[in-house]
């Protein structure tokens, strides 16, 4: 599911950045401009909706039960946001897509600061992804506000920075599966010398604990 929504972030940038080169609008609605502001917001919200559920998703345990629930909050609103984006006047929905692309930027990186402290690898990772789509984000709204005109590799930034979050999570998720793959192969293999290895197998595969139990039945047993 991770994998999927870092995919997923990774398209919605790159679709974002198209609907801002006009790419979009050329090819695909070249007589409907309003088709194309629809699809810059949509993207825009869109990707920060996939940013607070990634954000979720990888911090969970790291987190307080009340910094989920703000996470939870924020992503609702970002999702109204989204809905509203189809009845509201396009420049009303993109300067609220814009506020909320920034509240995620900075709480992203203020969330990722906060799991910083347990000291996990996975904490580690995301904090450097997190330090890499702020400064990413910030340069390319700089951009389109007007504040880094001088700067014009800046409006690419943020999906610069999406692509690098992206791949970090992507080693980080993949390291963890693979030490949980290793620390289950080993534990099997210690079990497998006390009882059968297919019964260690069924065990394995029913993805359940052990428990203790049996049935009652009637015996013979004969002494020599």
Same mark, same amino acid.
């Given at each position: 599911?991770?994998?999927?929504?870092?995919?997923?972030?990774? /398209?919605? =940038? &790159?679709a974002w950045l198209a609907t801002l080169d006009g790419f979009v609008y050329q090819v695909l609605w070249p007589n409907s401009p309003e088709w194309n502001a629809l699809a810059a917001t949509t993207c825009l919200l869109a990707l920060t909706t996939i940013g607070f559920a990634l954000c979720r998703?990888?911090?969970?345990? /790291?987190? =307080? &039960?009340?910094v989920n629930r703000v996470i939870d909050l924020l992503t609702a609103a970002t999702v109204a946001t989204l809905v509203a984006g189809f009845f509201v006047p396009y420049n009303v929905a993109i300067q609220v897509a814009m506020v909320l692309m920034l509240i995620y930027f900075l709480s992203n990186l203020f969330f990722a600061t906060v799991a910083l402290k347990s000291g996990e690898t996975r904490?580690?990772?995301?904090?450097?992804?997190?330090?890499?789509?702020?400064?990413?984000?910030?340069?390319?709204?700089?951009f389109i506000v007007g504040w880094v005109e001088a700067l014009p590799m800046a409006r690419y930034a943020a999906p610069v920075g999406v692509a690098i979050m992206s791949a970090l999570l992507s080693v980080s998720l993949s390291d963890e599966i693979g030490a949980v793959k290793r620390t289950g192969e080993s534990l099997q293999a210690s079990f497998s010398k006390f009882v059968p290895s297919t019964l260690v197998g069924q065990i394995v595969a029913s993805g359940e604990a052990p428990q203790l139990g049996g049935e009652e039945r009637e015996a013979t047993i004969l002494f020599a």
């Open positions: 599911m991770a994998f999927l929504a870092l995919a997923t972030m990774v /398209l919605m =940038s &790159a998703m990888f911090l969970e345990e /790291l987190l =307080s &039960a009340m904490a580690r990772s995301f904090f450097v992804s997190a330090v890499c789509l702020t400064i990413g984000g910030l340069l390319t709204t700089g």
